[in-house]
């Protein structure tokens, strides 16, 4: 029996990728939506009803939010063959960026559809 495997980016690679690597468990594992006896049409069916569905539930809603958080340098004096002077300290301000806050919403939202399908997440070898 042959076993196919298909995956998507945009359905929640990402998350399970990131929560391997907040458990250092990394590595080079990759995840693909695996059906038995599914074929490529049937996974383009289910991720394209379940990514709609996800979309409708929970639409973009872009938002300006700290993406780094602000910090301050200390001065400090240098040294040099004609004497020594000083340079002063000075405050970095947080950086800000505009974000997409449903985007991880949208992201269970897939992964909750494709299971209740009949889909599931495998861990392929590389």
């Not at 599914?38 to 809603?61: F, G, L, R, S, V």
């Not at 020594?84 to 269970?108: H, I, L």
Request: some cysteine; charged content about 15%.
């Amino acid at each position: 029996m042959k076993i196919l495997r298909f995956s998507s980016f945009h359905s929640g690679i990402r998350l399970a990728a990131g929560a391997l690597l907040a458990l250092g468990l990394g590595g080079c594992a990759h995840y693909e939506w695996y059906k038995p006896d599914a074929t490529q049409d049937d996974y383009n069916q289910a991720i394209y009803a379940c990514n709609m569905a996800a979309a409708h539930a929970y639409p973009p809603m872009l938002a300006v939010q700290q993406v780094a958080p602000g910090y301050f340098a200390p001065g400090f004096v240098r040294c040099g063959p004609y004497g020594c002077w000083s340079e002063p300290g000075y405050f970095m301000p947080p950086a800000m960026g505009t974000v997409d806050v449903n985007q991880d919403n949208r992201d269970q939202a897939t992964n909750q559809c494709m299971r209740a399908h009949g889909w599931q997440l495998v861990k392929v070898k590389q």
